[in-house]
């Protein structure tokens, strides 16, 4: 139990990938507070499940595309765990679009949630903690040019070009690292967006498993800041 009593807020943590990282971390021994906008029931049923098997989960709501709310949750996150030790900014939206179907309002909902609220979350952390480590989940996209996700793929580039400014203006206090995803879940039935794996040179773009390794390793890691870790099998080299 590597983790064991580390403190860490996960974002977007009631399902998909950020649930595998809840629970991976949990049963590392970490103690998360888990955020959800929309998915209440997945959230209660994963801290039922995180408490089944002895770990304390506490769940916080709140629609990350508006700035106060951000710096809301870290208080919150620090008033239920007592302190604050890791940020894992997972919490996204992938929609599909194009120069010549770009529409702003959204393109810019898409920039606040995947980009802006991402380092509002890391400077209200920054704030009210005196240290920690700050880990984004981004999209082996941002090493291409998908112009069929013009918006998204420009707001995880903007993010990931964020990693070596902040891991330079947090420093010595935080760490701040990324791990870039290939397609590690197959399309979601429920909203529809996320497509199915292109190809890979290892054959396959990995798995959630190993994304959460990843992280498990970044909060691990002392030394390590500016980071960006591609778990996708190779994807981001084509
Ligand atoms: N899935 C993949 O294969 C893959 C590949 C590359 C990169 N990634 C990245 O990995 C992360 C997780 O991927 P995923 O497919 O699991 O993501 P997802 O299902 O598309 O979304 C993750 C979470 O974001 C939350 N969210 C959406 N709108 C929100 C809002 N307005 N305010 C607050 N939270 C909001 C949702 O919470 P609620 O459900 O509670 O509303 C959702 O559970 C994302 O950053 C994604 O870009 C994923």
Known sequence: MKNTGIKILITGGARRLGRILAETLA???????????????????????????????HLIQADLTSPAT????????????????????????????TLRDLNVEHAQKQMMLNCWAPLLLARSFAQQCPGGKIIHILDQRIARHDGHHLSYTLSKKALAESVGMLALELAPNFTVNAVAPGAVLPPDKRSGTREKAGPAPMGHAGTPEEVAEAVAFLMEAESITGQIIYVDGGQHLL
């Open 70 to 97: 951000c710096e809301d949750v870290i208080t919150q996150a620090v008033r239920l765990l007592g302190g604050l030790d890791v940020l894992i900014n997972n919490a996204a939206t992938f929609q599909s679009d």
């Open 27 to 57: 049963t590392r021994g970490a103690s998360t507070a888990i955020h959800y906008n929309s998915s209440s029931e997945e959230a209660n049923d994963l801290k039922h499940q995180l408490a089944a098997h002895g770990s304390t989960a």
